[in-house]
């Protein structure tokens, strides 16, 4: 699925194999490490990602899918914890055949090419819970 180097401690370079998702990949990554803080960065390829856009008027999710070859320009994340596990936060901008990008919260990237991450971890947990007043899941500082 993935092969990694840890750089130096508790900072990892990735390689995602081939057509793998993503969002699986960091999700089996983080079980693997037992990460419950952390940043991620990264860059790639994929022809198949389905993006998410909170509506704020309606609090009501709009998920879209694109099956097209594009250029992941950029992925940026957040690794806390949840319920006692790994809880990813990944954006992603993405740039199409003809150069213009689109973009957002990231629910599902297959690779097509590559994707190189960096994650850079840290020892003590990120707490997330739900928030009954933005109805989201917010970090607990
Ligand atoms: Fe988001």
Request: glycine letters at 12%; hydrophobic letters at 20%.
């Given at each position: 699925m993935y092969s990694?180097?840890?750089l130096?401690?508790?900072y990892y370079v990735l390689s995602l194999d081939n057509h793998v998702e993503?969002?699986?990949a960091l999700a089996a990554f983080c079980g693997e490490k037992h990460i419950l803080a952390g940043e991620i960065s990264g860059l790639g390829a994929t022809n198949d990602a389905t993006f998410r856009?909170?509506?704020p008027s309606t609090m009501k999710y709009v998920d879209k899918t694109f099956a097209e070859q594009m250029e992941i320009t950029n992925l940026i994340g957040n690794i806390s914890?949840?319920?006692?596990?790994p809880y990813l936060h990944v954006h992603v901008t993405a740039s199409r055949s003809d150069y213009s990008c689109i973009g957002g919260h990231l629910l599902s990237a297959r690779i097509n090419g590559a994707c190189e991450l960096f994650v850079k971890t840290f020892p003590e947990p990120i707490h997330r819970r739900h928030d009954p007043t933005t109805g989201l899941n917010m970090y607990q500082l």
């Open positions: 990694y180097k840890e130096s401690q508790g993503i969002m699986e856009y909170l509506n914890e949840k319920d006692g596990k």
